[in-house]
């Protein structure tokens, strides 16, 4: 069981950057696929990167390929979200989420893959 907690969002101006920080405040991320999503008032929530425990694969989604960069510190129990040439569309809720390796397909960026999540960071791009 791991508890998972974002930080890092805030208020940025566009085409500015942010990294966010996911770690957790119980167990380990060892063994779990770490996925980012976001949320805008309104839309549905939506997957934009995972990153794979067993070699560390990464997949995006296609709306962010070339501007967000995820990333894994096994030894820090961490993964981050670099986000650059930030745009007022990527304003939303992001938020961290884990899936057992095993029991998963990867890559997924299904949100009911993911059985673990935190309570997510704000990130508003003003333009």
């Known amino acids: 069981q791991v508890q998972l907690v974002e930080s890092g969002g805030g208020l940025v101006q566009s085409g500015g950057s942010l990294r966010l920080s996911c770690a957790t405040s119980?167990?380990?991320?060892?063994?779990?696929?770490i996925g980012w999503f976001r949320q805008a008032p309104g839309k549905e929530r939506e997957g934009v990167s995972c990153?794979?425990?067993?070699?560390?694969?990464?997949y995006y989604a296609d709306s962010v390929k070339g501007r967000f960069t995820i990333s894994r510190d096994n030894a820090k129990n961490m993964v981050y979200l670099q986000i650059n040439s930030l745009k007022p569309e990527d304003t939303a809720v992001y938020y961290c989420?884990?899936?057992?390796?095993?029991?998963?397909?990867?890559?997924?960026?299904?949100?009911?893959?993911?059985?673990?999540w935190g309570q997510g960071t704000q990130v508003t791009v003003s333009s």
């Open positions: 119980e167990g380990t991320l060892d063994y779990y696929v």
């Open positions: 990153i794979t425990s067993s070699d560390g694969s990464t």
């Open positions: 989420a884990a899936a057992w390796e095993d029991l998963i397909v990867v890559p997924t960026l299904k949100p009911t893959d993911y059985h673990h």
